[in-house]
């Protein structure tokens, strides 16, 4: 069965630095890898999806890369913004297809002080 | 992007009574919908997929006879929180995936019951 995990669990830091969120799962065997970021009491925000052949994923300050063999995956924020502040969830599928279920990380928490 | 609306936002009720939620994809044909639950500092639980026209599949552990799931058409899907009770109360979510892999969530349903 796959498991997500997330660490760290909460991040706070100043406005402006860079940082790393990480994410890690148990089985490699995976078809494609997804960021999403969820704001308090709201749903998901799809983020990057990288697939499981690609090394990394760009979207404007953002950068998520995909280690396969080892199992990882980290989101890089670059230049952080207090708007960034949000919950930051990664997860994974089971398969392609109809029956395509998403294992989700318990999420890390930022917070960016202004 | 692609958009999906959940209706109603925020609902309290009184225990013993049903609750239905809408889960409802704008502007693309939903394949197939997800219904997650997501507890206070938790992540997201996958509760069941639907496909339109079929019955919906649940998680182990799922009740499907309180949680009463139908999938009408491919652009809403409802599920039914029979004889709800505290315990039922919990933020849901539905995402909703067309051909391609990616999932879009809706912005979630927030459930209070007395």
């Known amino acids: 069965k796959q498991e997500v995990t997330q660490i760290p669990a909460a991040l706070s830091v100043p406005e402006g630095e860079n940082l790393v969120l990480n994410c890690s799962f148990t089985?490699?065997?995976?078809?494609?890898l997804q960021w999403f970021r969820q704001d308090p009491g709201k749903g998901l925000t799809s983020l990057l999806l990288?697939?499981?052949?690609?090394r990394e994923q760009t979207s404007g300050r953002l950068n998520a890369s995909l280690d396969k063999s080892s199992g990882r995956s980290t989101l890089y924020i670059a230049a952080s913004q207090p708007g960034d502040s949000a919950t930051y969830l990664c997860?994974?599928?089971?398969?392609?297809?109809?029956?395509?279920?998403?294992?989700f990380g318990k999420g890390t928490l930022l917070t960016v002080n202004p | 992007g692609a958009v999906v609306s959940q209706h109603p936002s925020r609902v309290i009720c009184k225990s013993g009574t049903s609750v239905k939620i809408e889960c409802r994809s704008l502007?693309?044909?939903?394949?197939?919908m997800f219904w997650y639950r997501q507890f206070p500092k938790q992540s997201l639980m996958l509760m069941a997929t639907s496909n339109e026209g079929s019955k919906a599949t649940y998680e182990q552990g799922v009740e499907k006879d309180k949680f009463l799931i139908n999938h009408a058409s491919l652009t809403l899907s409802t599920l039914t929180v029979t004889s709800a009770h505290p315990e039922d109360s919990s933020f849901y979510i539905c995402s909703a995936k067309a051909l391609t892999d990616t999932q879009y969530f809706g912005p979630g349903t927030r459930l209070t019951v007395l």
């Open positions: 502007d693309f044909q939903a394949t197939t």
């Open positions: 089985d490699s065997a995976i078809y494609n």
């Open positions: 997860a994974v599928p089971n398969s392609g297809g109809s029956n395509y279920k998403l294992t």
């Open positions: 990288i697939q499981s052949s690609q």
